[in-house]
């Protein structure tokens, strides 16, 4: 019998991933206002500006304010990349459009995310979300049909901090009302997810589908594979 009684799942290239990939999704809207960008340098732009912004997570806010802000945070993303590799006609008009897009459209389930939910709850598994993202997650969950396995989410956005902070992960099982010795927490990111969950002792897999990743302990290429370790 397992010693876990509780599974923490990261959510985006982890339960679901962007269908065409984010410069091929950024120019999908793009084509509306007849601007045409190289996806890869629409992608290592992202990649560099994203990799040195501080977190998306803010502190004591709720509802609006905290979509506002929310908002904002990705507004002035978006608005640096296409500063470095060239503004675009009615920009404001265009981020509204990708903004909308990635609350749900722009996302793919992965194969094995529903079976693996669905497996879990018959073993009698909590199921809690901990992942760096904002609050169109719900939104995308309730797409997908993720929300109804999940017992608790805990995005960074709301928290006050965000992967790979101790205080985020202790604030995710605080909120699940879950313990460090019972838990296990599944991600896509070694530094994130991996080196975050370790650093605390929690445990951990790297889902590493595309075995994108050099070779380490407890990695996973498929969400499934969890039932033949544990």
């Known amino acids: 019998m ?11 290239d982890t339960l679901f991933y962007i269908k065409e ?5 950024y120019n999908k809207i793009l084509k509306k206002y007849s601007n045409n960008y190289d996806s890869k340098d629409i992608s290592n ?6 990799n040195n912004r501080e977190g998306l997570h803010f502190s004591g806010l709720t509802g ?22 060239g503004m675009i006609d009615d920009f404001d008009s265009y981020f509204e459009d990708l903004y909308e897009f990635f609350a749900k459209d722009a996302w793919e389930i992965f ?50 901090s965000s992967k790979p902070d101790p205080k985020f992960f202790f604030k995710s099982l605080s909120n699940a009302n879950a313990s460090l010795e019972t838990t ?22 790297l889902i590493d589908r595309e075995k994108a990743h050099s070779p380490i302990e407890h990695r996973i290429n498929s969400l499934n594979s969890i039932w033949d370790l544990i």
Request: net charge negative; charged share 25%.
């Open 184 to 205: 296990l927490h599944v991600g896509d990111n070694p530094k994130l997810d991996f080196l975050g969950a370790k650093d605390i002792g929690l445990a951990c897999y």
């Open 2 to 12: 397992s010693k876990f009684n509780t599974i923490s799942l990261d959510a985006a």
């Open 111 to 160: 194969e094995d995310t529903l079976p693996f939910l669905e497996e879990a709850k018959k073993r009698g598994f909590k199921l809690i979300i901990t992942s760096n993202f904002d609050s169109r997650i719900y939104n995308v969950c309730e797409h997908f049909g993720i929300s109804k396995y999940i017992d608790c989410f805990t995005i960074s956005s709301e928290s006050g």
């Open 45 to 50: 732009s992202f990649k560099s500006f994203f």
């Open 21 to 25: 990939g984010l410069g091929d999704s």
């Open 64 to 85: 609006h304010n905290l979509v506002v802000a929310e908002k904002k945070w990705w507004y002035d993303l978006v608005f640096d990349v296409f500063t470095e590799i």
